[in-house]
């Protein structure tokens, strides 16, 4: 009678670490296109939250990666 009570105990306790561990809402692809809005034409990605694109920081020279030949 133990043994039952433990293992519904088990799957009680990792159903809900798995019901804990799913992403809310719907999952969308990250996606990044080139958007033009108000005269500002650049790299933006849409956020669902706040209901607009919203434009990718430039990344400075020294952020820049840079291949190496052998």
Do not use: D, W
């Not at 669902?48 to 952020?63: C, E, M, V």
Request: aromatic content about 8%; proline content about 7%.
């Amino acid at each position: 009678m133990k043994r039952i009570a433990a293992l519904s105990m088990i799957v009680t306790v990792l159903t809900a670490g798995l019901g804990f561990a799913s992403p809310a809402g719907v999952s969308e692809p990250f996606r990044v296109r080139t958007v033009t809005m108000n005269g500002v034409s650049g790299p933006a990605y849409y956020s669902r939250a706040a209901g607009t694109f919203r434009f990718l920081p430039q990344a400075s020279g020294s952020q820049m990666a840079a291949l190496r030949a052998p």
